[in-house]
């Protein structure tokens, strides 16, 4: 596609459920990221992957936190048994080969709610 | 740990006013600094950036220079618009394929 694509663009969910959460990055983009904007907390990393190197996962706030990236392109966010602070927009971004921060592409966004 | 900090917003303007936005860092080493802009209901878009001192970044009117000495990356504009209400945020990367760290944000709306 054109962009990086998110879904779905807003999830309501139950304390204590699992969500995820799901990123299509740009076609060629070898690196995808994973950040959470939250009121108070401003925009914080939570993971990066770079094509099939180990994934950079120190931002992850909690074991409750798991993401996967299959095939070098989709990925996928995981939130286990939910908490109220977990309420939050979660932004993925990909970037090409070699450009690193200086070339991403954010999508719009995941809103989670959970209630 | 590296850091960015950011004046508070909200920042209120009428249009063609000057803006000035402070951002401050904290870091290890030379890192690239970013202004990303977030205009309301959209995703957040690279507005500028400088990859070593003294750089100056530029991009619709707006400007930010590396200073080292003083470890900021203000921005400014000369005359604002309407249309440059949104949510500017500042970064660092400590390495060209590392993870972006933020400020908070600042807030800016322009009244006409």
């Known amino acids: 596609g054109a962009g990086v694509s998110q879904s779905p663009s807003n999830k309501v969910t139950e304390k204590g459920k699992d969500v995820e959460l799901r990123c299509d990055p740009i076609?060629?983009?070898?690196?995808l990221y994973w950040y959470r904007q939250s009121l108070g907390q401003g925009l914080e990393f939570l993971i990066y992957f770079q094509g099939n190197s180990a994934p950079d996962k120190s931002g992850l706030p909690s074991d409750r936190f798991s993401a996967e990236r299959t095939g070098g392109s989709v990925s996928t966010l995981t939130i286990q048994r939910t908490q109220q602070e977990d309420s939050a927009v979660y932004l993925c971004?990909?970037?090409?080969?070699?450009?690193?921060?200086?070339?991403?592409?954010f999508g719009s966004g995941t809103r989670l709610t959970v209630v | 740990g590296d850091s960015v900090t950011q004046m508070e917003g909200p920042v209120t303007l009428s249009e063609e006013a000057f803006l000035t936005i402070n951002c401050t860092y904290t870091?290890?080493?030379?890192?690239?600094l970013f202004w990303y802009v977030q205009y309301p209901g959209e995703g957040l878009q690279l507005l500028l950036k400088?990859?070593?001192?003294?750089d100056k970044g530029s991009n619709k009117g707006f400007e930010a220079t590396y200073r080292k000495e003083t470890t900021s990356f203000h921005l400014e504009k000369g005359s604002v618009q309407v249309s440059d209400s949104a949510v500017y945020f500042c970064a660092l990367c400590h390495n060209q394929g590392g993870k972006l760290i933020f400020g908070q944000g600042t807030e800016l709306s322009v009244k006409p």
């Open positions: 076609s060629g983009h070898t690196a």
């Open positions: 400088a990859t070593k001192a003294d």
């Open positions: 870091a290890t080493g030379y890192p690239s």
């Open positions: 971004a990909s970037s090409p080969p070699g450009q690193g921060a200086s070339g991403y592409t």
